[in-house]
């Protein structure tokens, strides 16, 4: 609960921080005009949640993103919904989240080699034109290997074409 802070802790945070504030206000003055006309009616929309509907504002003039985290049911979609609607060319990301949500759901699969300093993850690596005729050539070779290769000699070309293929990959990792 270290996060929260209580209305005296907020206030003081504000006082301190309130030639900030005017300097932001003077500056965008005329924004915040019509941002307030904006506010005030969606306040009249949105009963009994002026914290959230003045930090959806904040968040516009500031041109910052705003994660609102509460309980289902307490209008924060249909608040940021009102918003939106008067803006002419919003765009929004909303994902909802529950317990069950998970970071893939949320970012995607994460390729462990794009996380490795000096490495190229391999979606990047199948872009480039060069890497993917080094790989086709591999696999041409993989596919003329007798089924089970005896001698050492017959896997010579699997070594020469995969230290190609690795050679090729450090140097686009090098050029990242």
């Not at 919003?90 to 989240?97: D, I, P």
């Not at 050539?137 to 699997?158: G, N, Q, W, Y």
Request: charged share 30%.
């Amino acid at each position: 609960m270290g996060d929260i802070y209580y209305l005296s802790e907020r206030n003081r945070i504000v006082e301190e921080h309130l030639h900030c504030i005017d300097t932001v206000i003077w500056q965008n003055w005329s924004l915040i005009q019509a941002a307030r006309l904006e506010r005030d009616d969606v306040y009249q929309q949105v009963a009994e949640r002026e914290e959230l509907v003045e930090a959806i504002a904040i968040a516009l003039l500031n041109r910052k993103n705003l994660f609102i985290l509460g309980a289902p049911g307490q209008a924060k979609s249909y608040a940021i919904n009102q918003f939106r609607a008067r803006i002419t060319g919003a765009r929004q990301f909303e994902r909802l989240l529950s317990k069950q949500t998970d970071e893939e759901q949320l970012f995607g699969r994460v390729d462990l080699s794009s996380l490795l300093p000096g490495s190229v993850p391999e979606t990047e690596l199948r872009k480039d034109p060069t890497y993917n005729l080094l790989r086709s050539e591999l696999k041409d070779v993989m596919t003329r290997l007798p089924k089970t290769p005896d001698d050492v000699e017959s896997m010579a070309p699997v070594k020469h074409h995969t230290q190609q293929l690795e050679d090729y990959r450090r140097a686009a990792a090098a050029l990242r």
